[in-house]
């Protein structure tokens, strides 16, 4: 510049129509000297300002880049996910989708508004890419020192950010380790598992904690940024970013402490549903003994275990008041006021209807034992009842099928009634263990059940014989089956040759006598014995047996696979029947009335002449 000065022809040109100097060349220089002197001055003066702008202006945009990443938390978001309000799956789901967003924008920044002195609108923040900014503003950031400091920033702000989705596991561990379920001990010991505990996902240290780092973020923000950064004949108005990151935090801070709000709202909720079910249980009448003896244990489990957790959780939502509630000035509703009111009462409401049902309580196990007495003289009468008709089995002998079903289904009834009476008398004995009375021993029942076995078994294998025999007799021919008939003939004639035996060493009482006398004179005359109605059962129904397997033989024959339509041809010419075929309305009744057994060896000479064709295709 100041070699274009020293042509005076220059000068004139420049300086006359400017500052109307004389057309005088000493006046020119001299003025000339002047203006060079101020123009280096004030070039000195304007890097200066520019220096200090400058490092205004870096100052802001690092406060801004190192709290920028609260615009990208959604509060609502981030407040459901921090108390738990979520379902896992919507909350992974949601997280990729945002991280997807996330990976196409890429990293954002802030670029502030500039306007001229004159102009004061207010402008929003524009996010811009940090490489648009910096080409805009023409700051000089190649510098290393700096491009190292950035990234040390921008790795304290990605730690920042996820500073909840780190903890967010970690902080469900050690609520479960080391802070007690709302009611997780308490479920142990309810009747009714309907009432689901709320989740806690932190601590209340570390929703502070939370809550207070934001605090801290908002302070800075406040504190470091200036509203506007002033140059001459410039301003730079930094108050629109300032505003959106202030309102942005606060609301995150809002949103904590309204999900603490509703945390507690929860817990209080909780702790008064499950101390109204308890009040409904406890004041549930018992139906039986079994049930009351219940109550009291769970009345023992309410004082020693229930009501202390109530208690524990109690002291829960008072620590959120008094630590965050009241720590950052939040105001609570009435309702809600009332809810943690009613909420610490629940305790000694507890402990009053306890009190309360004490009498109740007292009463039903009077009266419940009052009928446990009437019960066993019942059930004394009935055993009577059931040795008496147990006895006239001793009475019963031969009789006709309509009869022998009759005292076949009594004999079911007495089984029945005897199992009753068993389970009723194991009922008795629990009931006295309950009530620490002595334990009263039914021997007799006992002694009734072993001296019953034996008519059982009779009565059932002579009714099983019985009912079996007409269906042999009376159903299809062709679809009986000799080995199975055979082998339930032979098993039914061994219990009853056991059963007779048995009847013949018992005594007049029914009992076995086990007189070694006694069992030496039967067994050297059995004859002289006097036979007991059983054993005449006993007898008759084995002398129907060995008289039905001398059926069995032609049976067999009549049963032959070998058989075929020209065989029962021949078989029914033999018995007159020259146009009768088999079929199913054939049965052995009807054969014995076509007199077969009197042509038993023609049936044999039939059987072998099939069983021969058999064997030869066989061959």
Same mark, same amino acid.
């Given at each position: ?34 203006? =060079?002197?101020?123009? *280096? ?12 702008? $400058? ?17 990208? !938390? ?50 929003? +923040?524009? %996010? ?42 970690? #902080? ?8 007690? &379920? ?13 009432? *689901?505990? +709320? ?36 301003? %730079? ?8 990151? /202030? ?23 909780? %702790?008064?549903? =499950? ?31 229930? !009501?202390? /957790? ?37 305790? @000694? ?59 076949? *289904? ?7 009634? @005897? ?18 009375? +002595? ?11 072993? #001296? ?5 078994? @009779?009565? *059932? ?14 159903? #299809?021919?062709?679809?009986?089956? +000799?080995?199975?008939?055979? &082998? ?50 006993? /007898? ?9 397997? $001398? ?17 029962? #041809? ?19 009744? !009807? ?29």
């Amino acid at each position: 510049m100041y070699s274009k000065f020293e042509s005076m022809t220059t000068i004139d040109a420049v300086l006359v129509p400017f500052i109307g100097l004389a057309n005088d060349t000493i006046l020119k220089s001299q003025a000339c000297l002047h203006l =060079y002197q101020f123009i *280096r001055d004030k070039k000195v003066e304007l890097e200066n300002i520019l220096m200090i702008f $400058k490092k205004q202006m870096n100052d802001t945009i690092k406060v801004f880049k190192q709290y920028q990443h609260l615009l990208q !938390i959604d509060e609502h978001h981030h407040c459901e996910l921090w108390y738990g309000e979520r379902t896992e799956g919507r909350n992974q789901n949601e997280t990729e989708h945002e991280n997807d967003k996330a990976k196409k924008k890429g990293p954002k920044h802030f670029k502030v508004s500039i306007s001229a002195d004159q102009s004061q609108k207010e402008h929003l +923040p524009t %996010i811009v890419d940090e490489e648009e900014t910096e080409e805009e503003e023409g700051y000089d950031t190649n510098d290393e020192d700096e491009d190292n400091e950035e990234h040390s920033q921008l790795e304290e702000e990605n730690e920042n950010k996820n500073f909840s989705t780190r903890h967010e596991s970690d #902080s469900v561990r050690q609520t479960q380790q080391h802070t007690p &379920s709302v009611t997780s001990a308490i479920n142990k010991g309810s009747l009714d598992d309907c009432i *689901r505990s +709320p989740v806690i996902r932190h601590t209340v240290q570390e929703t502070k904690a939370e809550i207070q780092k934001l605090k801290l973020s908002l302070e800075n923000i406040r504190t470091l940024t200036p509203q506007q950064i002033y140059l001459p004949l410039v301003q %730079i108005n930094c108050q629109p970013a300032q505003n959106v990151l /202030i309102a942005k935090t606060e609301a995150i801070i809002d949103a904590l402490l309204g999900g603490t709000r509703r945390e507690m709202k929860r817990i209080n909720d909780y %702790i008064l549903k =499950y101390t109204q079910n308890q009040l409904q249980l406890i004041e549930k009448p018992c139906k039986d003994v079994e049930q009351l003896f219940e109550l009291k244990k769970f009345l023992e489990k309410i004082e020693s275990e229930i !009501i202390p /957790i109530l208690k524990n959780n109690i002291r829960q939502v008072e620590v959120r008041y008094e630590e965050i509630i009241l720590e950052f000035n939040t105001t609570l509703t009435l309702q809600e006021h009332d809810m943690i009111w009613q909420s610490k009462m629940s305790p @000694l409401r507890l402990q009053q209807f306890i009190q309360q049902n004490e009498m109740r309580i007292l009463e039903e196990e009077d009266k419940f034992k009052n009928e446990l007495l009437q019960e066993q003289q019942e059930f004394g009468k009935a055993l009577d009842q059931i040795a008496l008709s147990i006895e006239e089995f001793h009475t019963y002998g031969p009789c006709d099928d309509e009869t022998m079903e009759k005292r076949s *289904r009594q004999v079911d009834h007495l089984v029945d009634t @005897l199992g009753s009476l068993k389970g009723q008398s194991v009922a008795f004995n629990r009931k006295e263990k309950l009530f620490k009375l +002595p334990i009263t021993e039914y021997g007799n029942l006992e002694v009734l059940s072993l #001296s019953f076995q034996s008519f059982i078994h @009779l009565w *059932r294998t002579v009714s099983m014989f019985a009912t079996n025999h007409k269906l042999w007799m009376n159903e #299809s021919f062709l679809e009986l089956i +000799p080995t199975k008939m055979e &082998s339930f003939l032979i098993e039914w004639f061994n219990e009853l040759t056991k059963l007779e035996k048995l009847f013949k060493k018992t005594n007049a009482n029914g009992n076995v006598n086990n007189d070694k006398a006694s069992d030496e004179q039967f067994a050297a005359d059995p004859s002289t014995a006097l036979l007991s109605p059983a054993v005449q059962v006993c /007898i008759d129904c084995k002398q129907k047996i060995q008289e039905f397997q $001398k059926h069995l033989p032609l049976i067999f024959n009549l049963r032959n696979p070998g058989l075929r339509l020209r065989h029962w #041809s021949q078989l029914f010419t033999a018995l007159g029947k020259n146009n009768m075929q088999p079929d199913k309305s054939l049965t052995y009744n !009807i054969l014995l009335q076509m007199g077969i057994r009197q042509h038993a060896n023609e049936i044999v000479d039939i059987c072998m002449v099939a069983e021969k064709v058999i064997f030869f295709f066989l061959i």
